[in-house]
């Protein structure tokens, strides 16, 4: 059973087009975020939602924004999809202890976006 | 800004030897650093991860040796073998939440 599944693994898709990706963890974490992983490997934090309210936006393109239905599924909606928007994106979850510490983060397997 | 800078960027070793990735960081007030391994086509997952009133710890094969003082860690692999051959990341997360960051990586390849 698989505990941060995104759908779709792969996504193609044209310059301007809206897409989805969705996320949802089975681990009963109270924190989901998504990452983008560019073509150099590098991970970049997007947002942070913890039990539903957003706690971290950064610097992102407004065309990205983030849902969050329960604590259990962060999705990520994208307009007017951009060449430079190709990239893999990681949905991620953890725990958020008392005193704000915390365990590991547990990825999904990613979403490899490719506008063309 | 990066936070927590990473190196080497790539790493070749020969089965059976030692596969040492640094990492240092800038802010006083990281609480935890854990290290990632990626597969291809696989999402980062938790390899092993320490907090800064130890100065080293090991699980298995791997150990991370913590230098508080100069504010660097690294990721030591002892008798690396082809299966390691990944991309690794270290991270670092701060007490006022639970917000990682990342350094850049570093794809290892250990040749048979």
């Known amino acids: 059973d698989t505990a941060v599944s995104q759908t779709p693994k792969y996504l193609v898709t044209q310059m301007g087009n809206d897409k989805s990706i969705k996320c949802e963890q089975n681990?009963?974490?109270?924190?989901m975020y998504w990452y983008k992983q560019d073509s150099k490997k590098f991970l970049k934090i997007m947002f942070s939602?913890?039990?539903?309210?957003?706690?971290i936006n950064e610097t992102v393109p407004n065309r990205f924004s983030p849902k969050s239905p329960d604590k259990a599924h962060l999705n990520l909606h994208i307009n007017s999809l951009e060449l430079g928007d190709s990239a893999v994106y990681f949905c991620?979850?953890?725990?958020?202890?008392?005193?704000?510490?915390?365990?590991?983060?547990?990825f999904g397997s990613g979403t490899r976006l490719t506008v063309v | 800004q990066q936070q927590v800078k990473q190196s080497p960027q790539s790493l070749i070793v020969q089965k059976g030897g030692i596969s040492i990735i640094n990492c240092a960081y800038e802010?006083?007030?990281?609480?935890?650093f854990p290290w990632y391994q990626q597969f291809p086509g696989k999402g980062p997952a938790l390899l092993i991860a320490?907090?800064?009133?130890?100065s080293e710890k090991k699980e298995g094969r791997f150990t991370i040796s913590f230098n508080k003082s100069a504010k660097q860690f690294s990721l030591h692999i002892m008798d690396s073998q082809p299966g390691d051959s990944a991309t690794y990341f270290c991270?670092?997360?701060?007490?006022?939440?639970?917000?990682?960051?990342f350094g850049e990586g570093t794809q290892l390849t250990v040749n048979p």
């Open positions: 991270a670092a997360r701060g007490t006022s939440g639970s917000r990682l960051t």
């Open positions: 681990l009963g974490h109270d924190t």
């Open positions: 320490i907090r800064p009133d130890v």
């Open positions: 991620a979850s953890s725990q958020r202890l008392v005193g704000g510490a915390g365990d590991g983060y547990t």
């Open positions: 802010n006083t007030a990281f609480d935890y």
């Open positions: 939602y913890n039990n539903k309210e957003l706690i």
